[in-house]
C-alpha cells in the first residue's frame, strides 16, 4: 500500500491534485452544514487546508504557489467579469451614497488597524493579514503576499500574513453578522420593509400610465414632448380611445390620450406635472398579464444571442421603422435598464419587447433568441482578459511620496480587466458574455484552489500561533477590526440617514465581502434590498481593499 500513501505525502504533481482535490471536496462537503443558520460554505476549504498543513501534509512550494495564484486569478477575474456589466450603472443614482457609505466602512477599518499597529508590537505584515481575515478579503490577502514578495525574500513574512488571516477569519465571518443584530435591534425601520430610499427597487425601471392633461403638450410629437424635459422615459404603448399603437418619434399626442410610461422611480413627479395626470393602476406587480392588456398588442422578452448586434446602440437598430416594435426595458447582471437610445446591446441581454405577434417574430430573427448558443463557453475572451489582467497588474505605478511603485498584481489586474470586459467589451464587439453557472463554476474553482493552498501553507503553526496569549490577542483585534467599523457606519446610516435596514444590511456585507453573512441578511427581511444593495458595493470596495493592502506595506515597512 505504498503507492497509496505516495499519492498524499510523496511530493509529486499527481500528489498534489490529489491532496488538493480531497481538501476541496471535505471542506466543500462541510461547508454545507448549518449552525445556527449559517453554513461558511467554500470557506470551510481554508479550515481544512489548515488542518491538513497541520498534520504535516504538504506539496512542493512551486507547485503550491502556481495553484495558489491560478485559483485566486481565476476567481478574481470571473468576479470582475460577472459584475461588470451593472458597475458603472450601479453609481447612478443610490449607487453613490451606498458606495460612499461603504467606502466609510473601509476607511474606518483601516484606520483603526494602523492604530492597532503602531500602538502594539504586533509586525506590520501580522497585522495586514489580521486585517484581511477580519474583513474576510482573500483577494486583498492575495495582492498584499505578491507585495511581500517584492518587498523582501524573507518567506516567513508571507507566512506570518496567511497565520494572521487564518486566525481572525472564522470571527470575521461572525462579527458581521453581530453587528447585524445589533442595528437590526437598533433601527426604527428594522421591519421587514420592501421600500428603498435610495430608488434601487427591483431593478431600475418603474412603470406608470397617465393620461394626456397638460395643454402645454397637446398636438406635440413624442420627439417634442422628450425635448421639454431632461428625464429619461421611454413611451411603449398609446391609447387613442379604443385604439392602440406602438408610438414613434412622430407620434402626436392628443387630449385625453392615454400612455404607458418605462422610466426611473425618481422621474415620477416630473413626468407627472409633464403629461398631467398618474393612472392609478400598479403596472409593477410581477402577476401582471401584458398580452391581456389589449388584443392588438403583445409583451415579449427575447434574449440577445446575435453576435453582431453586440455593442449597437438601440437607436442604430432603428427598431420602430423596420418593425413597428418598442424596446421598454433591458434586463442584464440582474438590473433592468431603461431602454434609452444610447444604450448599448450586449450578448445575454433579455430585452422586452412591445409589438404585434409578426413584427415580434421579425424582431426575434435579427435578435436571435436562441438560448441553448449561450451555454457554449466563451474561452477565447475569458483567456485573452486574463492575460489583460496579468500585464495590467504588472504594470508599476509610481506614486510620488511612496517609495516604490504599486502594483495591482495578481488580484487587482485581473479583477479591473474583468469589470472593463464586462462593461465595455460589447461596445468594440467582442462577446464577453458567460453563463451565471459557468461563471460561478470559474469562481467556485479559483477560490477553491487558492483557499485550499493558504490553509495548507498556515496549517504548520495555526494551533501553537492561536493558543498562544499572542493568538488570542490577534482574535481580539480582528473581532473589533470587524465589528466596530460595521456598526458605527451602519448606526449613522440608519439613525442620521434614516436610510431602511434591508439595503444597509446589504452594503455592510458587500463593503466587508461577506456573502455569508448576506445569507443571514436575506433571510430576516422578505424584499431582495440586501442583495441588490450588496452587488452595488461590493465590486469597488473589493479593488479599494485590494489597492489598500499594498498600500499599507509599500508606505510602512
Not at 402626436?252 to 409633464?274: Q, R
Not at 448576506?518 to 479599494?544: G, I, K, R
Request: hydrophobic share 50%; proline share 4%; net charge neutral.
Amino acid at each position: 500500500m505504498e503507492w497509496f500513501g505516495n499519492l498524499f505525502v510523496g511530493q509529486s504533481v499527481i500528489q498534489a491534485v490529489v491532496l488538493l482535490s480531497t481538501i476541496i471536496a471535505v471542506g466543500l462537503s462541510l461547508g454545507q452544514i448549518k449552525v445556527l443558520g449559517v453554513s461558511l460554505g467554500v470557506t470551510f476549504v481554508f479550515f481544512v487546508g489548515i488542518l491538513a498543513g497541520h498534520w504535516g501534509f504538504s506539496i512542493e512550494p512551486t507547485i503550491l504557489s502556481y495553484a495558489e495564484s491560478f485559483g485566486l486569478i481565476l476567481f478574481v477575474y470571473a468576479l470582475g467579469l460577472q459584475v461588470g456589466p451593472s458597475f458603472f450603472a450601479s453609481f447612478l443614482k443610490g449607487g453613490v451614497r451606498l458606495n460612499t457609505l461603504a467606502l466609510g466602512v473601509v476607511l474606518v477599518g483601516t484606520l483603526m488597524m494602523l492604530v492597532f499597529h503602531f500602538s502594539t508590537s504586533i509586525s506590520l505584515p501580522e497585522m495586514t493579514g489580521i486585517f484581511c481575515g477580519a474583513v474576510t478579503n482573500t483577494p486583498a490577502l492575495g495582492a498584499a503576499q505578491q507585495t511581500i514578495k517584492q518587498l523582501s525574500a524573507d518567506p516567513t513574512l508571507q507566512s506570518d500574513l496567511a497565520l494572521g488571516c487564518a486566525v481572525t477569519y472564522p470571527l470575521g465571518v461572525v462579527g458581521v453578522i453581530i453587528g447585524l443584530v445589533v442595528l437590526r435591534n437598533l433601527s426604527s425601520s428594522a421591519k421587514k420593509e420592501e421600500q428603498n430610499e435610495e430608488g434601487l427597487s427591483r431593478g431600475e425601471t418603474f412603470i406608470a400610465s397617465f393620461y394626456i392633461s397638460n395643454p402645454a403638450i397637446y398636438g406635440k410629437s413624442v420627439e417634442e414632448v422628450a425635448s421639454i424635459i431632461t428625464k429619461k422615459f421611454v413611451i411603449s404603448r398609446v391609447w387613442h380611445g379604443d385604439n392602440v399603437i406602438i408610438p414613434n418619434s412622430e407620434t402626436i399626442l392628443e387630449k385625453g390620450d392615454k400612455i404607458l410610461v418605462i422610466t426611473d422611480p425618481n422621474e415620477l413627479k416630473a413626468l407627472t406635472a409633464l403629461f398631467g395626470q398618474e393612472v392609478a393602476y400598479d403596472w409593477n406587480k410581477s402577476d401582471i398579464d401584458w398580452n391581456a392588456i389589449d388584443s392588438q398588442l403583445v409583451s415579449q422578452r427575447i434574449v440577445i444571442t446575435q453576435s453582431d448586434i453586440n455593442g449597437k446602440k438601440i437607436a442604430q437598430l432603428k427598431l420602430r421603422n423596420r418593425f413597428g416594435v418598442n424596446i421598454t426595458r433591458i434586463h442584464r447582471s440582474g438590473i433592468d435598464l431603461l431602454a434609452t437610445p444610447d444604450l448599448t446591446l450586449q450578448v445575454g441581454d433579455k430585452v422586452t419587447v412591445v409589438g404585434t405577434q409578426s413584427s415580434i417574430k421579425q424582431l426575434e430573427a435579427l435578435l436571435g433568441n436562441r438560448v441553448k448558443s449561450l451555454h457554449e463557453p466563451n474561452l477565447v475572451a475569458i483567456f485573452i482578459g486574463i492575460v489583460l489582467g496579468l500585464i495590467l497588474g504588472s504594470i508599476p505605478i509610481s506614486i510620488p511620496w511612496v517609495s516604490l511603485p504599486i502594483k495591482l498584481g495578481l488580484a487587482g489586474g485581473p479583477i479591473v480587466v474583468g469589470i472593463l470586459m464586462g462593461a465595455f467589451g460589447p461596445r468594440f464587439h467582442i462577446v464577453t458574455y458567460t453563463t451565471k453557472s459557468a461563471n460561478l463554476m470559474l469562481r467556485g474553482v479559483g477560490i477553491s484552489l487558492y483557499l485550499a493552498c493558504l490553509g495548507l501553507d498556515a496549517g504548520k503553526h495555526f494551533f501553537e500561533t492561536v493558543f498562544r496569549t499572542e493568538g488570542l490577542v490577534w482574535l481580539g483585534i480582528g473581532f473589533v477590526l470587524t465589528v466596530l467599523p460595521v456598526l458605527i457606519v451602519g448606526a449613522y446610516a440608519l439613525m442620521i440617514k434614516k436610510m431602511d435596514y434591508p439595503t444597509v444590511s446589504g452594503m455592510l456585507c458587500g463593503s466587508m465581502a461577506n456573502p455569508m453573512a448576506l445569507n443571514y441578511a436575506n433571510t430576516t427581511v422578505e424584499s431582495d434590498m440586501p442583495s441588490v444593495s450588496y452587488a452595488t458595493v461590493y465590486p469597488l470596495c473589493m479593488f479599494v481593499r485590494v489597492i489598500i493592502a499594498q498600500l499599507i506595506l509599500i508606505v510602512f515597512m
